[in-house]
């Protein structure tokens, strides 16, 4: 019987599960949105929303439990710092998942769990790339086989480090005489 199973396994073995979950929380924290797949912002809502619940509290104990789950001093400290003042009078509902729409790669349906009430920080650009889909290969294609050539020798020419010789002469110019 299965009894009491009620967690996602998301195909991973406990370690990698609890690690992912883990970076996943630390970059939540850190950036307030992250950009996922549907599945992973279900699972990761529950174990941030913990997360936040013990900065609430505030105590040694609660700082220490979460360092060992987030492994990012920097994170635990924004999580403490911050974020636990900023939901100290909210009940839970910490996050919200919106849902972005299918991955182009496989059609994964994709989310974005963010933080509320930090609607001012700028949007991930992976969800900016995701509603804007447009082909590489049509992006590549509006310069011609020589332009593009030309354009990358511009390039390489204008990037280089020029040097001066003891005549006054810079070493760019001789270059490109003796090409």
Do not use: W
Not at 34 to 57: D, G, H, N, P, S
Not at 93 to 109: C, E
Not at 116 to 130: H, I, Q, S, T
């Amino acid at each position: 019987m299965r009894h009491l199973s009620d967690k996602i396994h998301l195909g991973r073995t406990r370690e990698h599960r609890y690690a992912m979950l883990g970076n996943m929380t630390a970059s939540l924290v850190m950036h307030k949105r992250i950009v996922t797949t549907l599945a992973k912002a279900k699972y990761a809502r529950r174990f941030a929303e913990r997360m936040i619940t013990f900065a609430r509290k505030g105590d040694l104990s609660a700082r220490r439990h979460v360092a060992s789950l987030l492994n990012d001093k920097t994170a635990v400290k924004t999580l403490f710092d911050q974020l636990g003042q900023h939901f100290k009078h909210r009940n839970g509902g910490y996050t919200r998942i919106i849902r972005l729409g299918p991955r182009v790669g496989d059609a994964a349906p994709m989310a974005l769990l963010e933080l509320v009430g930090f609607d001012d920080v700028p949007a991930a650009p992976a969800a900016e790339a995701l509603k804007v889909s447009k082909s590489r290969l049509k992006a590549g294609s509006k310069k011609s086989g020589k332009a593009a050539s030309a354009s990358k020798n511009q390039a390489s020419v204008v990037a280089a480090p020029v040097e001066e010789t003891s005549s006054g002469e810079a070493t760019r110019e001789n270059e490109s005489k003796n090409k």
